[in-house]
C-alpha cells in the first residue's frame, strides 16, 4: 500500500505544521467573520440638517424614516457638509424644499434619498400610490447582501487555501529533492497524484466542515437545503483546487511563483463566480465562466443554501466538478513525466 | 566470477536542448565493487548516475542494469539511490521519514522495524530517531538521507557526492559505511570530485566535459599515466601533458 504511505505522510505533515493548519482552518472563518460584520452591519442612518425655514412636520417626518436631524443656518451647514459631518442640508427656496448632498459616498446618498422620498410621499397623500404586495420566492425581506454571495465566499476560501496550500507542498517536494527520491522507487507516477488526493481531501474534507458549519451556525448564515449537499459540493471544490494547485506546481519553479498564480488563476474566478452579476458582461467575456471551477461550485452551493435545493439542481455542477478533478489528475499524472519518463 | 557485470552502459548520449551533457559513454561495473565516478563539477556525473537509477532516460544509448534494461520499476526496487540534496521531509522525525520510504519499497510490520533499527545503527543515529530533521545538522541529514536509501537492502547503491559539504572525520566514517555495505555484496556507485576520496574506490571513471577520458582502478591510472597522485593522472587524461 503505498499510496496509503503518501497519505499517511501527507496527514502527519499537517499536524507537525500548526501554522499551515491554522491558515487552512481559521483564516477562511476569520475572513468570513470579517465580511459578516461589514455586510451585516446595521442599516445606514443618514445625517441631515435642516433650515430654521423647514416646517417641523417635515423634520419630524423625516426622524421617523430613520434620519438623524440637526438644525443649523445654511452657513454652518456648508461647513459641516465639506467636512462630512452631515451627508445633506435641505432648506427652503420659495415655499419648496431644497436639498444639497454631500454625495460623494453611495451608500449614505441612497440612505438620504430613501429617506426623503418616503418622507415627500407620506406627506403628500392625494396621489393615491398604489400598494405592492410582494412575495418572495427564496430569500426574504430580511436577506442580508452576506446571505447572497455567502456561499459563493465560502466556496472561495476554500478553493483559494487549499488551491495554495496543496500546490505549495507539492512544488516543495520537488525542490526539496523527495519528489526526485520517490521517482527513484517504484513508485507509480498515479500512486504519487492519488496519494496526494487522499491525503489532502481527508484533510480538506474536515477543513471544508468546519468552515461550512462556523458559517451557517455562527455567522448565521441563511441556510435553506442539505448540509450534506454543501458538505460534498465543498469537498468537490477542493479536489479540484487541489489536482489544480499540484498541477500548476509542476509550471512554478519556487514559492513566489506559486503565488503568481493567485492573481492569474484564483482571483479572476471570483468575478465569474456569481459574485457580480455577469448579465451586463458581453457575451464573449462571459463565456469564460464555463470553465472556471468555482462558477459550478458557486452556483450549487446558492442553489442549496439560498434555494434549498437538491440533488436535481445540483447534479449537473457535481459532475462538472468531478470532471475538472478527473481531468486535472490525469494531466498531474502526465506532468510528472517531465521528472521521470516511466 | 565470470558474472555478467552489474551495471552495463554502452554509448550513451544525452541531450538537453542543444546541450550535449553526456557524450557516448561506456562502461560496466562489476558485481561488489566500489564505482567512482570522479570528475568536476558540471562534467556530467549527476546526468549519468540519474540515466543508471532510471529516473532519466538517455536520449542515444542503453544502459543494462541487472540485465534489464533501464529505466525499469522492477529493477529500481533493487537499486538504492541516494541524490544530492538530502531529500527528507524536514517537518517529520527521522523514524517517520524512514518509516515513509520504507512504506513505499513495501516494507511492513516487523520487518519493516528491523530495517529501520539495521539502518539507524549503521549510520550512527539510532539515539536521534524520534527528533524531527528540522534540528538535525547538516551530517545528520547526510546520514539519514544515506540511511533512506539503504531500507530495502539494495543491490546496487547509487550515490550522488555522499560526503559533500561533510567534515573529514564524518567523511571517513561514512566511507567505513560504504566499505562494510560493499562486503555484504552491494554494488556501490560513487560520484565525487574529491581526488583522494577517488583513492577508496575499486575502480574509477573519470569523466570530463561529458565524455569519459579514463577508466581503471586507481592504481593502474597512476601507473598508466606515471603519476603520483590521482590529481596527476586526471591532469594527464584531461589532456594537460601536452
Same mark, same amino acid.
Given at each position: 500500500?503505498?499510496?496509503?504511505?503518501?497519505?499517511?505522510?501527507?496527514?502527519?505533515?499537517?499536524?507537525?505544521?500548526?501554522?499551515?493548519?491554522?491558515?487552512?482552518?481559521?483564516?477562511?472563518? /476569520?475572513?468570513?467573520?470579517?465580511?459578516?460584520?461589514?455586510?451585516?452591519?446595521?442599516?445606514?442612518?443618514?445625517?441631515?440638517?435642516?433650515?430654521?425655514?423647514?416646517?417641523?412636520?417635515?423634520?419630524?417626518?423625516?426622524?421617523?424614516?430613520?434620519?438623524?436631524?440637526?438644525?443649523?443656518? &445654511?452657513?454652518?451647514?456648508?461647513?459641516?457638509?465639506?467636512?462630512?459631518?452631515?451627508?445633506?442640508?435641505?432648506?427652503?427656496?420659495?415655499?419648496?424644499?431644497?436639498?444639497?448632498?454631500?454625495?460623494?459616498?453611495?451608500?449614505?446618498?441612497?440612505?438620504?434619498?430613501?429617506?426623503?422620498? &418616503?418622507?415627500?410621499?407620506?406627506?403628500?397623500?392625494?396621489?393615491?400610490?398604489?400598494?405592492?404586495?410582494?412575495?418572495?420566492?427564496?430569500?426574504?425581506?430580511?436577506?442580508?447582501?452576506?446571505?447572497?454571495?455567502?456561499?459563493?465566499?465560502?466556496?472561495?476560501?476554500?478553493? /483559494?487555501?487549499? /488551491?495554495?496550500?496543496?500546490?505549495?507542498?507539492?512544488?516543495?517536494?520537488?525542490?526539496?529533492?523527495?519528489?526526485?527520491?520517490?521517482?527513484?522507487?517504484?513508485?507509480?507516477?498515479?500512486?504519487?497524484?492519488?496519494?496526494?488526493?487522499?491525503?489532502?481531501?481527508?484533510?480538506?474534507?474536515?477543513?471544508?466542515?468546519?468552515?461550512?458549519?462556523?458559517?451557517?451556525?455562527?455567522?448565521?448564515?441563511?441556510?435553506?437545503?442539505?448540509?450534506?449537499?454543501?458538505?460534498?459540493?465543498?469537498?468537490?471544490?477542493?479536489?479540484?483546487?487541489?489536482?489544480?494547485?499540484?498541477?500548476?506546481?509542476?509550471?512554478?519553479?519556487?514559492?513566489?511563483?506559486?503565488?503568481?498564480?493567485?492573481?492569474?488563476?484564483?482571483?479572476?474566478?471570483?468575478? /465569474?463566480?456569481?459574485?457580480?452579476?455577469?448579465?451586463?458582461?458581453?457575451?464573449?467575456?462571459?463565456?469564460?465562466?464555463?470553465?472556471?471551477?468555482?462558477?459550478?461550485?458557486?452556483?450549487?452551493?446558492?442553489?442549496?443554501?439560498?434555494?434549498?435545493?437538491?440533488?436535481?439542481?445540483?447534479?449537473?455542477?457535481?459532475?462538472?466538478?468531478?470532471?475538472?478533478?478527473?481531468?486535472?489528475?490525469?494531466?498531474?499524472?502526465?506532468?510528472? &513525466?517531465?521528472?521521470? &519518463?516511466? | 566470477?565470470? $558474472?555478467?557485470?552489474?551495471?552495463? @552502459?554502452?554509448?550513451?548520449?544525452?541531450?538537453?536542448?542543444?546541450?550535449?551533457?553526456?557524450?557516448?559513454?561506456?562502461?560496466? @561495473?562489476?558485481?561488489?565493487?566500489?564505482?567512482?565516478?570522479?570528475?568536476?563539477?558540471?562534467?556530467?556525473?549527476?546526468?549519468?548516475?540519474?540515466?543508471?537509477?532510471?529516473?532519466?532516460? %538517455?536520449?542515444?544509448?542503453?544502459?543494462?542494469?541487472?540485465?534489464?534494461?533501464?529505466?525499469?520499476?522492477?529493477?529500481?526496487?533493487?537499486?538504492?539511490?541516494?541524490?544530492?540534496?538530502?531529500?527528507?521531509?524536514?517537518?517529520?522525525?527521522?523514524?517517520?521519514?524512514?518509516?515513509?520510504?520504507? $512504506?513505499?519499497?513495501?516494507?511492513?510490520?516487523?520487518?519493516?522495524?528491523?530495517?529501520?533499527?539495521? @539502518?539507524?545503527?549503521?549510520?550512527?543515529?539510532?539515539?536521534?530517531?524520534?527528533?524531527?530533521?528540522?534540528?538535525?545538522?547538516?551530517?545528520?541529514?547526510?546520514?539519514?538521507?544515506?540511511? %533512506?536509501?539503504?531500507?530495502?537492502?539494495?543491490?546496487?547503491?547509487?550515490?550522488?557526492?555522499?560526503?559533500?559539504?561533510?567534515?573529514?572525520?564524518?567523511?571517513?566514517?561514512?566511507? %567505513?559505511?560504504?566499505?562494510?555495505?560493499?562486503?555484504?555484496?552491494?554494488?556501490?556507485? @560513487?560520484?565525487?570530485?574529491?581526488?583522494?576520496?577517488?583513492?577508496?574506490?575499486?575502480?574509477?571513471?573519470?569523466?570530463?566535459?561529458?565524455?569519459?577520458?579514463?577508466?581503471?582502478?586507481?592504481?593502474?591510472?597512476?601507473?598508466?599515466?606515471?603519476?603520483?597522485?590521482?590529481?596527476? %593522472?586526471?591532469?594527464?587524461?584531461?589532456?594537460?601533458?601536452?
Amino acid at each position: 500500500m503505498r499510496v496509503r504511505a503518501i497519505v499517511i505522510r501527507i496527514i502527519r505533515q499537517f499536524f507537525r505544521d500548526k501554522r499551515t493548519l491554522g491558515l487552512m482552518i481559521l483564516a477562511p472563518m /476569520f475572513v468570513l467573520f470579517l465580511m459578516n460584520l461589514v455586510f451585516n452591519g446595521e442599516e445606514y442612518k443618514p445625517t441631515i440638517a435642516v433650515d430654521q425655514a423647514v416646517p417641523v412636520a417635515l423634520a419630524e417626518k423625516l426622524q421617523k424614516n430613520d434620519a438623524h436631524i440637526k438644525w443649523m443656518g &445654511k452657513q454652518t451647514a456648508k461647513a459641516q457638509l465639506n467636512k462630512q459631518q452631515i451627508d445633506a442640508f435641505i432648506e427652503m427656496k420659495e415655499g419648496m424644499p431644497q436639498m444639497t448632498l454631500e454625495g460623494s459616498d453611495p451608500t449614505a446618498n441612497k440612505a438620504v434619498l430613501m429617506s426623503v422620498q &418616503k418622507t415627500l410621499q407620506q406627506l403628500t397623500p392625494q396621489t393615491k400610490t398604489m400598494k405592492l404586495d410582494t412575495i418572495y420566492l427564496h430569500g426574504s425581506e430580511e436577506m442580508a447582501l452576506f446571505d447572497n454571495f455567502g456561499p459563493v465566499l465560502i466556496g472561495f476560501f476554500i478553493f /483559494f487555501f487549499v /488551491f495554495l496550500i496543496a500546490g505549495v507542498s507539492f512544488l516543495r517536494e520537488r525542490t526539496r529533492g523527495t519528489l526526485e527520491r520517490l521517482l527513484a522507487t517504484p513508485l507509480k507516477r498515479w500512486e504519487i497524484v492519488v496519494g496526494y488526493v487522499i491525503g489532502f481531501g481527508i484533510f480538506t474534507t474536515f477543513q471544508a466542515s468546519l468552515i461550512s458549519w462556523f458559517a451557517i451556525h455562527v455567522l448565521d448564515m441563511m441556510m435553506e437545503g442539505s448540509f450534506l449537499y454543501v458538505l460534498l459540493i465543498t469537498f468537490l471544490l477542493s479536489m479540484t483546487a487541489l489536482t489544480l494547485g499540484t498541477l500548476l506546481s509542476a509550471f512554478a519553479n519556487n514559492e513566489l511563483q506559486m503565488i503568481q498564480f493567485i492573481p492569474l488563476i484564483v482571483v479572476p474566478q471570483i468575478f /465569474f463566480s456569481g459574485l457580480f452579476n455577469l448579465e451586463t458582461m458581453a457575451q464573449w467575456l462571459r463565456s469564460f465562466s464555463v470553465i472556471m471551477p468555482l462558477t459550478y461550485g458557486a452556483d450549487a452551493l446558492r442553489e442549496i443554501m439560498i434555494r434549498g435545493n437538491g440533488w436535481n439542481e445540483i447534479a449537473i455542477d457535481v459532475y462538472v466538478l468531478l470532471g475538472f478533478s478527473l481531468l486535472f489528475m490525469i494531466l498531474n499524472v502526465i506532468a510528472l &513525466k517531465k521528472y521521470r &519518463k516511466l | 566470477m565470470a $558474472a555478467k557485470p552489474c551495471i552495463c @552502459v554502452e554509448h550513451v548520449s544525452r541531450v538537453f536542448g542543444k546541450k550535449k551533457v553526456l557524450d557516448d559513454i561506456a562502461l560496466a @561495473v562489476e558485481r561488489g565493487e566500489i564505482f567512482g565516478m570522479l570528475g568536476p563539477s558540471g562534467a556530467g556525473k549527476t546526468t549519468l548516475v540519474k540515466l543508471i537509477a532510471g529516473i532519466d532516460q %538517455a536520449t542515444e544509448g542503453t544502459i543494462h542494469v541487472f540485465d534489464v534494461k533501464m529505466p525499469h520499476l522492477q529493477a529500481m526496487k533493487r537499486i538504492g539511490f541516494m541524490a544530492q540534496s538530502d531529500a527528507l521531509y524536514e517537518e517529520l522525525t527521522a523514524l517517520e521519514n524512514l518509516q515513509f520510504f520504507s $512504506a513505499i519499497y513495501g516494507l511492513r510490520g516487523k520487518r519493516q522495524k528491523e530495517r529501520i533499527e539495521e @539502518v539507524a545503527e549503521l549510520v550512527h543515529l539510532t539515539e536521534h530517531l524520534k527528533k524531527t530533521v528540522h534540528h538535525y545538522s547538516g551530517g545528520m541529514k547526510r546520514r539519514l538521507s544515506l540511511a %533512506a536509501s539503504l531500507l530495502h537492502e539494495p543491490e546496487v547503491l547509487i550515490l550522488d557526492e555522499p560526503t559533500v559539504g561533510i567534515d573529514p572525520v564524518l567523511r571517513q566514517s561514512i566511507w %567505513a559505511e560504504l566499505e562494510r555495505i560493499r562486503q555484504q555484496g552491494t554494488t556501490i556507485v @560513487v560520484t565525487t570530485h574529491v581526488m583522494d576520496e577517488a583513492e577508496k574506490c575499486q575502480r574509477l571513471a573519470m569523466i570530463r566535459d561529458g565524455r569519459l577520458i579514463a577508466v581503471g582502478s586507481p592504481n593502474e591510472l597512476k601507473e598508466k599515466t606515471h603519476s603520483e597522485t590521482i590529481e596527476q %593522472a586526471f591532469l594527464y587524461f584531461g589532456g594537460a601533458h601536452q
